[in-house]
């Protein structure tokens, strides 16, 4: 889901305001070679960001990506792949330390206690006083994105818990009865192609995302309140590419949430005409659908984009092209903390909870920047005014394709 402000083709572990600056050197496809670095030639792609592997082109003594140097003859790929087991081994042990509410209790704790504010959600509803109607719809909206977006986000992922049956079951629950999307696709598209190839053009670059016959403001501002239509419209033509066996389920599943929904709101509610309740319904799930999509953008599109056969290994990937966003409360709750605050955390560790991206969020931090790689996080407000300025740029035109040469 092109380059910041200032020098486009450089880049260091920290980004405010917009503006990156620093090492390592990027460049566009387009620009030549530095003096005494040959061309690359792009000879693989590999699955689940392990790709190009750039020449050592610096003399005796290289450097590599993480700052270190590098004796001559040594294959830099080796170097970010020894950055990638160093950082894992540091990770694994606070996984292994940590018990088992930390792993996954927060979290489910947080999905279950969302579940259990449903029925004051629609008995706040009944009332004809604005102010308990109004805490209905916030309280419906909230629990809908938290059970939607932060629930199937971690069962895409079968972080939930450590059995992959439970984990289908939940993929199942949180994806196609409470989101009205298939559950296959939404795991292949989001796990193997985004987080397999994130940033990288045609295939995870968050181009999905991309709606380039609006203008700026109507995708920005008024798109979003149409998520909750054209999530089933999209989840019903992606049917066709699964078995039939689970279209069918998809469909059976898919119909339970919402008519359930709607059956909630006529029956308990008190709703008294089936437009009134669809109109809720359409309100209490749009809800959060506005900084859903922006940072469904916000965290990937505007940072490096690569080509399939240009790619970086997998911490460079991963460091260069996601991008953190601060704590929110509302967020961070209906969300995760995998997709606000450590974002970079979730690329990088994918199978962990949100609570566990959070932990180990200082470790991953501390050791990117020791190596002097990309550690990018922005404020919402700061991307948000970049987006509208750069919105051509950024969401119409196809964006320039990077590669990483060297360290500058």
């Known amino acids: 889901m092109p380059l910041e402000d200032g020098d486009p083709g450089r880049w260091r ?88 509410w930390e792993r996954h209790g ?20 009944r009332s004809a006083q604005a102010i308990p109607f109004l805490a209905g719809v916030l309280i419906l909206g909230v629990v809908h994105h938290t059970l939607t977006v932060k629930g199937s986000h971690l069962a895409s992922h079968n972080a939930l818990t450590e059995s992959k ?25 989001h796990v193997k192609i985004h987080h397999g190839y994130t940033n990288v053009i045609g295939l995870g670059d968050s181009s999905t995302w991309k709606l380039p016959f609006l203008n700026r403001y109507i995708y ?59 109109v809720c319904m359409l309100l209490t799930r749009s809800l959060l659908a506005h900084p859903y999509i922006h940072v469904n953008i916000f965290q990937h599109i505007g940072l490096p984009m690569f080509a399939a056969d240009r790619k970086p290994k997998r911490i460079h990937l991963m ?29 990088l560790f994918p199978g962990l909870s949100d609570n566990m991206c959070l932990k180990i969020k200082p470790i991953v ?14 404020t919402y407000a700061s991307r948000l005014r970049l987006f509208l300025q750069r919105y051509e740029e950024l969401m119409v035109h196809a964006p320039p394709i990077t590669e990483l040469v060297g360290i500058q």
């Open 165 to 189: 049956s439970w984990g289908k079951v939940w993929a199942i629950f949180f994806i196609e009865i409470c989101s009205a999307f298939t559950a296959e696709q939404a795991t292949y598209n």
């Open 13 to 100: 572990g920290q980004q405010v305001n917009g503006e990156v600056s620093g090492t390592p050197r990027l460049r566009g496809t387009g620009d030549p070679p530095p003096q005494g670095m040959p061309p690359t030639d792009g000879s693989r792609t590999e699955m689940m960001a392990e790709g190009w592997e750039p020449s050592p082109a610096l003399g005796d003594r290289d450097v590599t990506p993480g700052g270190a140097p590098q004796r001559a003859g040594q294959e830099p790929g080796r170097c970010e792949e020894a950055l990638m087991v160093e950082l894992s081994e540091l990770v694994q042990k606070v996984v292994k330390s940590s018990s088992w």
């Open 319 to 347: 460091s260069l092209g996601v991008l953190n966003l601060p704590r929110n409360a509302l967020l961070d709750w209906s969300f995760g903390h995998s997709l606000i605050s450590c974002h970079v955390e979730h690329h």
């Open 106 to 125: 927060v979290d489910i704790s947080i999905l279950a206690f969302s579940f259990l504010l449903l029925p004051a959600g629609f008995l706040c509803l």
């Open 365 to 378: 931090s501390q050791y990117l920047k020791q190596k002097k790689l990309p550690y990018n996080e922005d």
């Open 220 to 278: 920005m501002f008024i798109a979003p309140l149409a998520v909750p239509i054209i999530t089933p419209l999209v989840a019903l033509d992606l049917l066709r590419n699964v078995e039939w066996k689970a279209a069918l389920r998809t469909l059976g599943c898919m119909f339970l949430g919402l008519y359930c929904h709607y059956w909630l709101l006529l029956h308990v509610s008190g709703f008294q005409s089936p437009w009134s309740a669809l």
